[in-house]
């Protein structure tokens, strides 16, 4: 098991332009995750999933995109990068019951100058 | 909406010593559930422990274990015999369960930087 990978591991931006990160998950979890992580700020939630073809707005979704086309995998678009989303963005995983922990994704490091 | 404080940016313990990091929240909800994560310095979420709202007895993990004050919406995370490998970042997160019970996304709190000296 591969458990949840991300791609790409590190991207550099340039203001305005796109990117897509995609999320990979080999455990059949219905519930699927983006946070993004800040110094000082802890994690913060910006999409989530509750099953394929769902998705929904968590705390900071503003400038982002989601998709969730197959089970598996998690996407998250930015359509025109803007400074402010510089930050390491975190994908995670989990079953359909509540006791469960979040599995994390190794992260994606994104700079937009 | 759910809220995690945890109050200690930093913290230094010696090898083989206890210690014990701060975490208090404020929910609503009857049922919840409490998670503590840890993050090293390569970057990794490690999950550590779980304490559901309704558990009776105080969750332990090996050398982990949470001390559930549910009354005073408390709980900290206690490592036993440190270990220069714990020195990271932990995180105490939430379960947040909306008014549909559908979802279970998770509110996490700044987070503490443990250091283990020799």
């Known amino acids: 098991n591969a458990g949840v990978t991300q791609t790409p591991k590190f991207r550099v931006l340039k203001t305005g332009q796109s990117m897509t990160l995609l999320c990979a998950q080999d455990m059949n979890h219905e519930y699927m995750y983006w946070y993004r992580q800040d110094p000082g700020m802890g994690l913060r939630l910006i999409h989530y999933s509750v099953g394929e073809g769902t998705t929904a707005k968590g705390e900071v979704p503003d400038g982002y995109n989601v998709s969730r086309l197959k089970k598996q995998n998690f996407l998250l678009g930015l359509e025109s990068a803007a400074p402010s989303q510089t930050s390491v963005y975190f994908c995670?995983?989990?079953?359909?019951?509540?006791?469960?922990?979040?599995?994390f994704g190794p992260g994606t490091r994104l700079t937009v100058t | 909406a759910q809220k995690i404080t945890q109050t200690q940016p930093g913290m230094f313990v010696q090898e083989k010593e206890a210690v014990t990091l701060d975490c208090t929240y404020d929910?609503?909800?009857?049922?919840?559930?409490l998670f503590w994560y840890k993050q090293p310095s390569s970057g990794e979420m490690i999950f550590l422990i779980y304490?559901?709202?309704?558990?009776?007895q105080n969750a332990t993990e090996g050398r982990y274990s949470l001390n559930f004050q549910k009354a005073r919406k408390s709980a900290n995370l206690v490592i036993s015999a440190s270990q220069l490998g714990d020195s990271a970042m932990y995180f105490c997160?939430?379960?947040?369960?909306?008014?549909?019970?559908?979802?279970?996304?998770?509110?996490f709190g700044k987070g503490t930087l443990l250091t283990v000296n020799p």
């Open positions: 929910t609503s909800d009857q049922s919840y559930g």
């Open positions: 995670a995983s989990s079953y359909l019951a509540e006791d469960y922990e979040q599995y």
């Open positions: 304490q559901g709202s309704y558990d009776e």
């Open positions: 997160a939430m379960r947040d369960v909306n008014s549909g019970g559908s979802n279970y996304k998770l509110t």
